[in-house]
């Protein structure tokens, strides 16, 4: 976490800890191992735990029911903590209606036309749960999965190994998907997100994290001035069901230009057809690094009010921008307090949605004997 020493030592007195409890480089708690609690038992009886962590001044709880950030908390720049990832108090808040808040997505993050896609000349039926197409993995995905958690606390590094094995077949997917989830919590207070999945038969994987952030605080109003910049020349427009027509059309010159910050709410009520479909922002950027052997910088958000901001570096080629265009007031978060229209907004890195059907886009197959590896880095500061 970017902090200046005023700051660490402000934020430990107002969090009522010792000043080396919080900490920034110079002050890492340097592995405290996480802490487990029950947080639920789900209808047949599975228990759901949570898990608190701190490091570098973030502080996280993450629960094994859909490896959900429950709760993300982060100083001001006055030191002073909020929670800046919406979520709910009650597991069955997450089981009954949760539009994917802090989850792990998979098998597939995003949308496949009609949940259809061919694979080595065999046509494949997935599970249908958007309109006539599949979003995030099908009914059941990786985010209403029970995952296995192992803590550990090592070096300066704290975190938990998510593991979750889906069978051949689950949610018409091909092969059996052993996926491994790392969350690493930093000596400098950065979230490290490390993926990787092995297959026994050939499939498409693209997994992601769908953190709703407000780094004003959950729950505390709209987003739209918080002030984003993503270095991306081109996104993919999208048909009425938000599923890519295949294009990468440039941002120059459109509301999707966000290679200069500016705040989220400038351009949001622009008349271009793309923002009307999608009641907002929910696209694709194409990210003008491409694939990298290494994380690399790719998008800067900033909350004018709190000083707070989030950089997030990944090897992947796109970033889905979903402004909360689909929250309507019907949920109620950890604040008490209902999350309505542009209250949060998701960053995901990750491959460009329907890559099975688009021959152009990056692929996304995995075959038996490879391991699929990918890395996204969020950097916390004031
Ligand atoms: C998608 C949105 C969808 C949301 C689910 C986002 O990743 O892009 O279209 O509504 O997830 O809450």
């Known amino acids: 976490m970017e902090l200046s020493r005023r700051t660490v030592i402000a934020g430990a007195a107002a969090a009522g800890v010792a000043a080396t409890a919080v900490g920034g480089t110079a002050h890492a708690t340097g592995g405290r191992k996480p802490v487990k609690e029950l947080f639920g038992k789900l209808a047949d009886g599975t228990k759901v735990y949570r898990w608190s962590l701190e490091n570098g001044g973030t502080r996280m709880k993450v629960l094994s029911y859909g490896g959900v950030v429950q709760s993300l908390e982060l100083p001001d720049r006055r030191g002073r903590y909020a929670n800046v990832s919406l979520g709910f108090d009650d597991l069955d808040d997450y089981v009954a209606s949760s539009p994917y808040m802090g989850a792990l997505i998979g098998r597939y993050g995003n949308r496949i036309d009609k949940g259809r896609f061919t694979l080595d000349g065999k046509a494949y039926q997935l599970s249908v749960n958007d309109g006539e197409n599949t979003l ?215 491959h460009f949605p329907d890559s099975p059907n688009q021959p152009s886009f990056p692929s996304t197959v995995l075959r038996p004997g490879q391991t699929y590896r990918t890395t996204t880095v969020h950097s916390f500061g004031v």
């Open 136 to 350: 995030h993995g099908g009914a059941q995905g990786f985010d209403k999965r029970v995952w296995d958690v192992e803590p550990f606390a090592g070096g300066s590094d704290v975190g938990l190994v998510l593991h979750y094995t889906s069978v051949d077949g689950e949610m018409g997917y091909p092969g059996t998907l052993k996926a491994k989830v790392t969350y690493t919590l930093t000596r400098d207070g950065d979230w490290r997100i490390d993926y990787e999945a092995t297959t026994d038969k050939a499939t498409v994987v693209n997994l992601t994290s769908h953190v709703y952030w407000n780094l004003a605080g959950e729950g505390s109003g709209t987003i739209e001035d918080h002030e984003l910049s993503i270095a991306a020349s081109r996104y993919t427009p999208t048909d009425a069901g938000l599923i890519p027509t295949g294009e990468l059309a440039k941002t120059a010159g459109t509301p999707f230009d966000f290679r200069r910050a500016k705040p989220i709410g400038r351009d949001i009520r622009a008349a271009h057809p793309q923002l009307i479909t999608a009641k907002g922002f929910d696209h694709n950027w194409v990210l003008d690094k491409g694939i990298t052997d290494r994380p690399e910088h790719i998008a800067t958000l900033r909350d004018p009010s709190s000083g707070r901001t989030l950089k997030i570096a990944t090897d992947q080629p796109g970033l889905q921008f979903y402004s909360g265009n689909f929250l309507d007031g019907t949920l109620t978060g950890t604040g008490g307090r209902t999350y309505r229209q542009g209250d949060a907004l998701c960053l995901e890195t990750q």
